[in-house]
């Protein structure tokens, strides 16, 4: 399985954007890179992922490398309520829906 | 829908004492999961189920049984609790069937406390 690699906390200034990397070096042609977050020890909830192109959505955008070795997650306009733990996971279908979870970056949004 | 539900919120249980965690989803969901969370670390695979019948055991399964008669159920059963199994326990739900790309939906959590 592909191992992921995040910094353990930043900081982010209320109505700025926050950017999280992740690196992913040893990533497969057929992984995905998934982002979930944990808001205060409620279950993780689903932000966005991809495979080699950018992507958005209503919560966030990534940034992935032309290389795929690493991404990164985009909350435009950061809000307390993003205050949370961001798990940056690599996906692939041979993991049959099992996900690796690491430590994540702990997102503390500051006013 | 309500999506993943998990019974109880919170338990405390005694050294030896045996436990159900109840888990359904109403997604029609074929993948289901047991995670369980130490403070301040991620989460851990205990056993997953790729449909009705079929379960498999996951990185730390000892200690924790399941079975899956229904899609839409998935128990965790704890036998003889140690306090080494204090621990926040999550359930998940996928729509799985082999698909490139498969979002998980957690349940809110069960908080058991072993003494």
């Known amino acids: 399985d592909a191992k992921t690699t995040q910094p353990t906390s930043m900081d982010c200034a209320e109505g700025r954007a926050a950017n999280l990397p992740c690196n992913h070096s040893t990533i497969s042609g057929n992984e995905y890179v998934y982002w979930y977050r944990q808001i205060h020890s409620q279950g993780p909830q689903y932000i966005i992922h991809?495979?080699?192109n950018n992507e958005t959505n209503e919560m966030a955008s990534l940034i992935i490398t032309e290389d795929r070795k690493s991404s990164t997650l985009i909350l435009p306009h950061a809000t307390l309520r993003d205050t949370a733990v961001y798990y940056c996971?690599?996906?692939?279908?041979?993991?049959?829906?099992?996900?690796?979870f690491g430590q994540g970056t702990t997102l503390q949004v500051k006013p | 829908n309500a999506g993943v539900t998990q019974t109880p919120k919170f338990r405390i249980l005694k050294i030896g004492q045996s436990m159900t965690l109840q888990c359904a989803q109403d997604?029609?969901?074929?993948?289901m999961y047991w995670y369980r969370q130490d403070p301040g670390m991620g989460l851990k695979l205990i056993y997953y189920?790729?449909?009705?019948?079929?379960?498999d055991k996951g990185e730390v399964p000892n200690g924790y049984n399941v079975s899956r008669s229904t899609t839409e159920d998935f128990p965790l059963r704890l036998e003889l609790a140690a306090p080494s199994q204090t621990s926040v326990y999550f359930c998940?739900?996928?729509?799985?069937?082999?698909?490139?790309?498969?979002?998980?939906?957690f349940g809110p959590g069960t908080r058991l406390t072993v003494l």
């Open positions: 996971i690599v996906y692939g279908s041979s993991n049959t829906g099992k996900l690796i």
């Open positions: 997604m029609n969901h074929n993948y």
């Open positions: 998940a739900s996928s729509p799985g069937g082999g698909r490139l790309t498969d979002t998980q939906y």
């Open positions: 991809g495979l080699k």
């Open positions: 189920s790729v449909g009705a019948g079929i379960t």
